[in-house]
């Protein structure tokens, strides 16, 4: 079955501590995005990579650090300088292709208390 | 900053209506367009992309994109409680990196 998963579903951490979201493909996408979404809200990006080894900031990077250490796996860590890190958190992967469509992961929703 | 509108809603329909939903931006670059459905507490689902001028069909689902206006929509046929979700609006811009702008979302509920 090909996919994009995300682990785990949720996850309570407390103030100051950092935690790392994990997101896997094995639909052999180069492309891959996190995106936060808060209640009511559409989505904002936080980091994207384009290829292994290389990836860029979003519109909400700080606070936030990635790695694309494998074509596969995009994880994000989201350290204790976000101020706001409470939300729900979605991985998404692009195949190659002009139109440019993007398909989620089930997401991880991040509860800070 | 590249924007993409749409009224948060909710919108109500009654079951078997037409509903209609649009989206406006501001990157006059924008390529594609993509309509994502997303149930309460689930990830975004692809529904439909369109890049051309005009209507695309998909079953009950018809995407249409007016670059002139930089409107899109999208029309949902014979309604069903189950397309009951927000619906997001993105677009893709000019630049190679592939980023969407994703719209609000709008607030879909069909009443049986």
């Known amino acids: 079955d090909g996919g994009i998963t995300q682990s785990p579903k949720y996850l309570f951490r407390k103030e100051g501590q950092n935690v790392t979201l994990s997101c896997e493909q094995n639909l052999n996408h180069d492309a891959m995005y996190w995106y936060r979404q808060d209640p009511g809200q559409g989505l904002r990006l936080i980091y994207y990579?384009?290829?292994?080894?290389?990836?860029q900031k979003g519109d909400i990077a700080e606070g936030y650090s990635v790695s694309r250490e494998k074509k596969e796996s995009f994880p994000l860590t989201v350290t204790s300088a976000q101020k706001n890190p409470t939300a729900f958190y979605l991985c998404a992967s692009r195949p190659p292709g002009l139109a440019g469509e993007q398909y989620f992961g089930p997401g991880t929703r991040l509860t800070v208390t | 900053q590249k924007e993409v509108e749409q009224n948060s809603g909710p919108l109500s329909v009654p079951e078997g209506a037409i509903a209609s939903l649009n989206c406006t931006y501001s990157d006059q670059g924008s390529q594609s367009f993509f309509w994502y459905r997303q149930y309460s507490g689930k990830s975004p689902e692809l529904i439909m992309f369109i890049y051309s001028n005009g209507d695309k069909e998909d079953g009950r689902f018809t995407a249409q994109l007016n670059k002139a206006s930089q409107y899109v929509s999208l029309l949902i046929r014979d309604s069903q409680p189950s397309d009951s979700a927000t619906y997001l609006c993105?677009?893709?811009?000019?630049?190679?990196?592939?980023?969407?702008?994703f719209g609000q979302g709008t607030t879909l509920q069909v009443k049986p």
């Open positions: 993105a677009a893709m811009g000019s630049s190679n990196t592939g980023k969407l702008i």
């Open positions: 990579s384009q290829i292994v080894n290389d990836f």
